[in-house]
């Protein structure tokens, strides 16, 4: 009987290594693709030139055209590109001041304004600014001399993934 039980269990024993042997036969082979690379797309632009802009002996009722900055938008991510605008010095304060103004054309700027929208720019994509003055007829005594700047900061920043709910804009300029 134990003889008996032995060949049982044996018979058992390889019955169950024949199967589990067969059930995990399987074909199976691998491959790799070690070329995978990725590349983070760029934001930046190109200035031909700077312009320093000088006007001197402003009268009242003065007006002009001040200068032009062109830029040129060379960033393989499409982007937001904004403008900022500072004045400061005197002739900027008081009643009657020197008023500013900034175009490119299509739209007018703010003289003193952050983060005014110039529009969507694509690879190649250019505007040039131009910067327009006048001052008051009413300017009183209390300008003469007086100085002032403007400073202009046009800034992108990348538009996928950052457009606003209107399609005007960023969601953010960080």
Do not use: C
Request: proline fraction near 3%; charge should be negative.
């Amino acid at each position: 009987m134990k003889k008996h039980l032995f060949r049982s269990l044996l018979t058992v024993a390889v019955i169950t290594l024949l199967v589990s042997g067969a059930s995990f036969a399987l074909f199976t082979a691998t491959t790799s693709n070690a070329s995978n690379t990725f590349t983070a797309g760029t934001v930046t632009f190109y200035q031909p030139e700077s312009a320093f802009i000088d006007i001197e002996n402003l009268a009242p009722g003065d007006t002009g055209t001040a200068g032009t900055l062109a830029v040129t938008y060379t960033g393989s991510l499409d982007a937001w590109l904004g403008l900022d605008s500072a004045t400061s010095g005197a002739i900027f304060g008081g009643a009657t001041p020197l008023e500013v103004t900034i175009s490119d054309g299509a739209n007018t700027y703010l003289g003193n304004a952050a983060d005014q929208v110039v529009g969507l720019f694509h690879t190649g994509d250019s505007v040039t600014f131009t910067t327009s003055y006048s001052m008051p007829l009413a300017a009183d005594n209390s300008y003469q001399s007086a100085t002032g700047s403007v400073s202009l900061l046009v800034h992108a920043v990348q538009a996928k993934n950052n457009t606003n709910s209107e399609n005007d804009g960023p969601i953010s300029w960080n």
